[in-house]
């Protein structure tokens, strides 16, 4: 799924002052990623001294999908352009293995 789909898909807020980063308003809060996304996609996760929860990560079209799996089961999902999603990246401290 690309990022102006999903966009278009759910409803997202822009995240101050993250240029081209957007948070899914709270209706999602209890659908994974993979049923956010509605298909099957490769989900990259990982634990980081950066982020308290664990971060999923989707590379899709455009940009892609960072997921934050709390304790209590919910998520925080963000919605990132290419550009904010290599910054946000990079700002956890996460590299992605190609393919």
């Known amino acids: 799924m690309s990022f102006d789909e ?10 101050a002052n993250c240029p081209g980063r957007y948070v899914l308003r709270s209706a999602g809060t209890n659908l994974s990623p ?11 996760q990982f634990q980081t001294p950066h982020a308290r929860d664990t971060v999923l990560v989707v590379v899709g079209e455009g940009g892609g999908l960072i ?3 709390r ?3 919910t998520y925080c999902h963000t919605l990132n352009t290419k550009e904010g999603l290599a910054r946000k990246l990079e700002q956890l401290g996460l590299r992605l293995e190609p393919g």
């Open 6 to 15: 999903l966009r278009e898909r759910w409803s997202w807020k822009p995240i």
């Open 34 to 44: 993979r049923e956010l996304l509605g298909c099957d996609a490769k989900i990259h």
């Open 67 to 69: 997921s934050y799996w």
């Open 71 to 73: 304790p209590d089961g």
